[in-house]
């Protein structure tokens, strides 16, 4: 593990800053008081900062030397509504918001870095920090698209970072290709006749049409998508009838869930399929169905020549601790939408062990601050070996 001995130095301020947005938690688009910090603490360091892109986002830019290469490292700042439930002295101190994720480390490391490099100045080019707002389900990496962040801080590729428990804080795993699932949502309502619970043939009953889509559903994944493409078909919310009146049918059933896929192909065939399941069962049983598929995050996809670059930073900081080799995850994340503005490569940084169990989005999680050394050093890294000095003279 090779750390400058300037990121040591500054890893007291960094822990300290890390510790206190730990203590402030903010969810999607309320980051008012994270930005702000982060806003005046890349000012203070020399940088050119636009604040509030994609309402509560921040992009500090560093332009060094005459590079023309441009590159984007993007942090999330957003903490979960969720209680923290862990005894530490810089516990939550917003009742029902917590840092669960460890967004407060990502934010303390991508500034860590751009005081870094705004220090030592050792690159030619331009590099923009990308702070985002709202990566928990709240859309604020299509917001800050939106916004024309690519239009405003033009990006030749984009890189992101997330810290995983069960690697070791001087551990990092680089893979190209697949990452991070396609995270949609789906509804559907099956529309019947409600009746007498004791004469349902005077009536269309759909909660037994639900049984059956119900049961059908897992055959999509089994039956229809390629066994060697994973997917996840989840049935999430069933709600129908009350159960203070048992001998109503009622009119109509409503089923949510989730579907996740790891390519463009895979994830239409989802939704096609699961709408074909359900008019099918509907057409079966006489009822009516209403169906929708809510495309909310595209999978995150490692482009291969940044991912290249990212493997020999990490291997240049990590050495021998750098995997090439790492489970893609079935969850998501929004920087799914800066990778298709710019070739991108997300990255996971090790957290260390799961301390008494507690995983991302548990009410005990805590990001590890001996990974916030390691996560400095791989950023400025691929910065200096990115944009480099060197050959640009
Ligand atoms: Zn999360
Ligand atoms: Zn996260």
């Not at 595209?298 to 020999?312: G, K």
């Not at 916030?372 to 910065?383: D, K, S, Y």
Request: proline letters at 6%; one cysteine or more.
């Amino acid at each position: 593990m090779r750390v400058p001995d300037e990121i040591t130095n500054d890893l007291p301020f960094l822990t300290e800053f890390r510790r206190d947005l730990h203590a402030h938690p903010e969810l999607g688009f309320e980051e008012i008081r994270t930005s702000d910090l982060v806003a005046k603490l890349l000012e203070e360091a020399g940088l050119k900062v636009h604040r509030g892109l994609g309402k509560t986002g921040v992009v500090g830019t560093l332009q060094i030397g005459n590079g023309t290469r441009s590159i984007g490292l993007r942090a999330d700042m957003d903490a979960l509504a969720m209680p923290e439930l862990a005894e530490r002295p810089y516990k939550s101190r917003e009742t029902g918001k917590m840092h669960a994720c460890g967004h407060d480390g990502h934010t303390a490391m991508l500034l860590g870095a751009a005081r870094h490099l705004a220090s030592t100045r050792n690159f030619s080019g331009t590099v923009h920090f990308i702070f985002q707002p709202a990566e928990e389900g709240r859309g604020g990496a299509k917001r800050m698209v939106e916004d024309g962040l690519f239009q405003l801080f033009p990006c030749d590729a984009v890189y992101g970072l997330h810290n995983m428990p069960g690697l070791d804080p001087d551990e990092i795993a680089v893979v190209a290709g697949p990452q991070l699932a396609s995270s949609d949502s789906w509804r559907l309502t099956f529309r019947g006749v409600g009746t007498h619970g004791a004469k349902p043939h005077l009536g269309r009953d759909p909660v037994t049409a639900a049984g059956t889509f119900l049961a059908s559903l897992q055959s999509i994944v089994g039956r229809v998508v390629d066994p060697l493409q994973p997917a996840v078909v989840s049935a999430c919310s069933v709600r129908a009838g009350d159960p203070k009146a048992l001998n109503v049918i009622p009119d109509t059933v409503e089923i949510g869930g989730t579907a996740r896929a790891y390519t463009p192909h895979v994830r239409d065939q989802l939704e096609e399929e699961i709408g074909r399941l359900a008019r099918g069962t509907a057409e079966m049983y006489g009822i009516k169905v209403d169906y929708a598929f809510e495309r909310r995050i595209p999978p995150v996809v490692n482009d291969a020549e940044a991912s290249d670059r990212a493997l020999s930073a990490a291997r240049a900081v990590f050495g021998e601790r750098t995997r090439t080799q790492f489970p893609p995850s079935t969850a998501g994340d929004d920087f799914a939408f800066f990778g298709l503005e710019a070739p991108g490569c997300y990255v996971w940084l090790g957290n260390g062990p799961a301390v008494d169990g507690a995983l991302h989005h548990n009410t005990a999680y805590d990001f590890n601050d001996a990974a916030i050394g390691p996560g400095v050093a791989f950023w400025t890294t691929l910065v200096e070996q990115e944009l480099s000095a060197s050959a640009d003279s």
